[in-house]
């Protein structure tokens, strides 16, 4: 049972850059494009996750994350740009169906949005460690909880996926097929997915208790096994991002007022 | 005063009735090893929880008496302040590791930064303990990827590297296979020799007799009693509070050879000093031999299984499975499961055949083989899905296709065989595990498959459990179901079983009668096992025979 986090470290100048500026990043490409509102800011945005994933080596492994989120992109295009309640301008039709552009305009700027999203916090996930990214959070006055979730979580749910697999063999076993007709899997649902639930729900509580036990309520001062490295390095490149916010908030509000 | 002193503690769960504890006075001094043995619910680990202040603060519920450690009072002392002086392992290895570090020596370190022990002193204290459990190999792997018995010796390495004056080990081996149970039974030797109170609660009562200064005998939420594993072994009402005497005390009485005080010698070693040469055994002429019974069931053909290509874990197994009980024994990654799976049709063979009645299996997916071969996995909270015992029980047999009405009547009868028909209507998560691992049981049985698998079936189940599975198996095999069970028991494998297929490295080793397959000692030695505690016993006294049973022992014994 491994961990599934999609963290590598493959010795680029991405991986050495403190988990806190990506998530500064990830703040500001996000927010910038919003307050902004136009659709070539979002272009731009995608375009610098792009090449900063490059530049990391790490756009190959991003690539199952972006075909994940294009088979939205395209439901989101078939619902909005058929169906959307503000459709007037027909923009192309296929056979008997009509495409209108207003819900086509709306679905570029929701699909935008989303791959923006994707792609920026891919630079976070690939190429930080979830236990540097807790443990930073921790010795900045995060609460432990949090950090032992952030820390925990990418280890934990493979163990569900494992228990996935046994239990679908123990409901075979008991004559239940799980193969075939979707009827036939739509009526597995219960008797597959009620022991997983069951089973993390008596494995957290055990685990609780072994945590407790080791002392993880204390209140007391912790400590680390290795110093902290207070990290500097990337602090011009976090204010950097923090204040093109700023001037994107700035400008959005100058243009209210004007 | 004593470190550990409890008085009349009595203790109910919430949303129960019943008292867990009903009045225990005990007192642990330090330094010593205190066992406690018990049938299951007899409020052992609740005991434990006690000690640590997890009952009442974890559990809430209604807390009566007092207990002190060390002068804190654990009902109000924060559990994580009482976890510097008291550490706990428990059963399942799994659950134990944080989840958040992923190298065993981050894993140790867990619980000191939590503490805030400075960082130059954790290494210190984790490089010494990871030497004292000898999993040092092992401290850039990552903790998951260990053997069970590996991860509980991580567990216990993070507890005592907070340095605690008592440790309790919960049932610290249930979970685990021999090869396990062993490592971590000499790494628990390993702390004996370290100074540290350990109260350690475990089924297996030969260890327990071996280790413990003091044994607590508990049943029904009461302390029965407290004494040396002598006195307390020796007790002639030790059976009604569901516990078997260790094979040595057992046969010591039945011989009449008591030590000087009048109890009998519940370890090997000291049942070996009093009757050496003391005893002769009669050589047995007439050797059980293996005879098949008439009809074969079910056979396996040259078979062969890879999960990664390239990495075979069986090689041309060829069995024939007749209806005799039938054992399959050997250590973990012998390819006993495997087997198990490719035979319910879990898996598919990469060559070879298995014939169901002379009829290939290969079409068939394991569910429409669920009327014909049954197979029972080792965690019942794996299937448990109704919130009526009854209806889970009923699931298999209605899905093979059985009358509503009729699925009822298999499905009672099933609970009957398991003596769990009163609790029909109860929602199974309000029943113990081992309970629920009955229920898991008889939801397979009521399927009246002619072939049942039983994967690790006494894992969790004390002796009377034990001895329920034994006549269970007895049972099925008078109604011609084929029983195939993996085991890790030895003596219940002795006790209940008529062929035995030992399996090392995806091989067969031996496959015979026990008598035959116990006799054959590099057979044993090859496939990591040992011989049952009466077989032994019998051995080091001399006999020439295998004798695996108190009745085969004492027909052949005889006082000189
Ligand atoms: N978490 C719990 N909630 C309710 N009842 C429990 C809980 N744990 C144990 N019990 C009950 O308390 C009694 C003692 O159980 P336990 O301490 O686990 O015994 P043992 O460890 O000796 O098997 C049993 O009747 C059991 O059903
Ligand atoms: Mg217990």
Redesign the pocket.
């Known amino acids: 049972m491994r961990s599934i986090s999609l963290y590598r470290d493959n010795g680029t100048w991405l991986c050495r850059v403190h988990p806190f500026t990506k998530l500064a990043y990830i703040l500001a490409v996000i927010l910038v494009p919003l307050l902004l509102g136009s659709l070539w800011a979002y272009a731009a945005a995608i375009v610098l996750d792009i090449c900063i994933l490059i530049s990391g080596k790490s756009l190959r492994r991003a690539r199952a994350l972006i075909i994940f989120s294009f088979t939205i992109i395209v439901t989101i295009f078939l619902i909005r740009g058929l169906f959307d309640a503000d459709n007037i301008t027909p923009a192309f039709s296929l056979g008997p169906v009509v495409f209108y552009q207003e819900g086509l305009m709306k679905a570029l700027r929701t699909g935008a949005v989303i791959i923006n999203m994707l792609l920026s916090f891919s630079i976070l996930v690939l190429t930080s460690k979830p236990e540097d990214i807790a443990d930073e959070l921790e010795r900045h006055g995060f609460s432990p909880r949090l950090s032992y979730v952030i820390a925990s979580v990418f280890s934990i749910i493979p163990q569900m996926m494992g228990t996935m697999d046994t239990i679908t063999d123990a409901q075979r076993s008991r004559g239940m097929e799980t193969e075939g007709k979707l009827s036939q899997r739509m009526k597995a649902f219960i008797p597959l997915i009620t022991p997983v639930v069951t089973t993390s729900l008596i494995n957290t509580r055990e685990r609780a208790i072994a945590l407790e036990v080791r002392g993880f309520g204390s209140k007391g001062k912790r400590s680390y096994l290795s110093p902290w490295k207070k990290h500097r390095g990337d602090r011009a490149m976090t204010i950097v991002l923090l204040l093109s916010i700023a001037a994107a908030a700035a400008w959005r509000l100058a243009s209210w007022l004007s | 005063m004593a470190f550990i002193e409890i008085e009349n503690l009595r203790y109910r769960?919430?949303?129960?009735e019943?008292l867990?504890l009903q009045g225990i006075s005990l007192s642990i001094e330090k330094g010593s090893f205190l066992g406690i043995i018990?049938?299951?619910?007899?409020?052992?680990?609740?005991?434990g929880s006690a000690i640590i202040g997890l009952v009442p603060q974890f559990?809430k519920g209604a807390y009566g008496g007092h207990v002190s450690v060390g002068g804190k009072d654990a009902a109000t002392v924060p559990v994580s302040e009482i976890a510097r002086s008291v550490g706990l392992v428990f059963q399942n290895p799994f659950n134990q590791l944080s989840g958040a570090k992923d190298r065993v020596y981050d894993e140790v370190c867990f619980g000191m930064q939590n503490f805030g022990i400075p960082s130059d002193e954790m290494r210190r204290r984790a490089d010494e303990t990871l030497e004292l459990m000898g999993i040092s190999a092992f401290r850039d792997r990552n903790p998951f990827d260990l053997s069970g018995g590996q991860m509980q010796r991580v567990a216990i390495a993070s507890i005592l590297v907070l340095r605690p004056e008592v440790i309790i080990l919960d049932e610290p081996t249930s979970q685990l296979d021999p090869a396990g149970s062993e490592e971590v039974f000499r790494a628990v030797e390993k702390l004996t020799e370290s100074g540290i109170t350990i109260i350690m609660?475990e089924q297996k009562i030969d260890k327990i007799a071996e280790y413990s200064d003091r044994i607590l005998l508990?049943d029904e939420?009461r302390a029965i009693a407290i004494g040396t594993p002598d006195e307390i072994l020796s007790r002639p009402d030790l059976e009604e509070h569901g516990i078997i005497p260790p094979a040595p005390a057992r046969i010591s009485r039945a011989l009449s050879f008591a030590l000087p005080d009048g109890t009998f010698p519940a370890t090997q070693e000291a049942a070996v000093t009093l009757m050496e040469g003391r005893v002769g055994f009669r050589k047995d002429e007439k050797k059980g031999e293996a005879q098949a019974s008439a009809e074969e069931l079910l056979r396996t053909e040259d078979l062969s299984f890879s999960y990664t290509e390239g990495n075979e874990v069986l090689h041309g197994i060829s069995l024939a499975f007749d209806g005799r009980p039938t054992a399959i024994i050997g250590q973990n990654g012998a390819g006993k499961t495997t087997l198990a799976k490719l035979m319910k049709g879990l898996l598919k063979p990469v060559s070879g055949r298995i014939l169901l009645r002379g009829r290939d299996i290969a079409g068939n997916t394991a569910a429409s083989l669920a009327g014909d071969i049954g197979y029972v996995f080792q965690n019942p909270d794996d299937q448990i899905f109704k919130a009526k015992v009854a209806d889970e029980v009923m699931f298999g047999p209605l899905n093979i296709g059985m009358s509503e009405k009729e699925a009822r009547k298999k499905a009672m009868e099933a609970l009957e065989m398991v003596h769990l028909a009163s609790a029909a209507d109860r929602n199974p998560y309000d029943l113990?595990l081992h309970e629920r691992k009955m229920v898991a049981l008889a939801s397979v049985i009521a399927m009246e498959t002619s072939v049942l698998i039983l994967d690790e079936p006494t894992i969790a189940q004390d002796d009377r459990g034990k001895t329920m599975i034994s006549g269970i198996i007895k049972e099925l095999a008078a109604r011609v179901t084929l029983v195939i069970s993996i085991l890790h028991d030895m003596d219940l494998v002795a006790s209940s079983f008529r062929r035995v297929i030992a399996m090392a490295h995806g091989r067969v080793l031996a496959d015979g009668s026990p008598e035959e397959v116990f006799s054959k000692e590099e057979v044993l030695s090859e496939a990591g096992l040992e011989l049952p505690h009466t077989a032994a016993l019998a051995k080091k006294l001399g006999a020439e025979d295998i004798l695996l049973s108190d009745a085969s022992f004492l027909a052949a014994a005889f006082r000189v």
Request: aromatic share 10%; proline share 10%; net charge positive.
């Open positions: 769960y919430p949303k129960t019943r867990a018990g049938p299951n619910g007899a409020g052992k680990s609740t005991l559990y609660i508990m939420g113990d």
